[in-house]
């Protein structure tokens, strides 16, 4: 599904990422973690066609997007949803307006399919009968919910989540755990997930990438991950790794 080969990646002279190889299966969770600034959210830019490569390959669906024109690009990153840290969603645009843009900008759909459709898509985050209000009307638990209502709007094979539960509280934080591994269960959807907190590596998580030295240590699960050879993983699991 996603293969990254060889990848080497730098912003002026500063190395972020290099010699980093990783394969995600279909229908696979992984949690990427490490300390801030190592590279984690660059890895997914990668993922999205968003960022190039200094060198290496990076294929999805066996095809190497990176020499791929932005037609065709386009086309690949219709398989896949993004939930930015913030949910960034369009401030001038209410809820049904911001979950349904992707529909409405790149698939040309008639308005009656792509108001049923993000009907649908604001019930299964639980926000059914919030179309019309705008972001400001929102927490920031809500707007990371249409955040991911908007990134699923499409059907996407692969979610790529920056930070899904970064700044909610414990409840909140839960609450999108959940949809992640029921949108994994119900629908098969490949999910990276980029985080530092603990509750969602170990409740949502299948293997556990740690990010070191411009590259991936070998994954843990959340089972072994207190108990691993690599003391960064040990480290960062009982909270001894800044983040």
Known sequence: MIKLTNIKKSFDETLILKDLDLSINKGEIIAIIGPSGCGKSTLLRLIM???????????????????MKQKDLNKVRLKMGLL????????????????????????????EKIDR??????????????GKDMPSDLSGGQQKRIGLARAIAADPQIILYDEPTTGLDPILSTNIENLIVKLNKDFGMTSVVVTHQISTILRVAEKI?????????????PESIYDSVYEEYRQFIRGGLKT
Request: net charge negative; no cysteine.
């Open 117 to 130: 459709i993000v009907n649908q898509k604001l019930e299964l985050v639980e926000m059914s009968g919030r």
């Open 209 to 221: 990438y740690l990010l070191k030295d411009n590259k991936l240590l070998p994954p843990e699960t």
């Open 84 to 111: 930015f840290q913030s949910g960034a969603l369009f401030d001038s645009l209410n809820v049904e307006e911001n979950v349904g843009f992707t529909l409405k900008e790149n698939l040309n759909l008639p308005q």
């Open 49 to 67: 066609g968003l960022h190039k490569p200094d060198s290496g390959k990076v294929a999805i669906d066996g095809e190497d997007i990176i020499p």
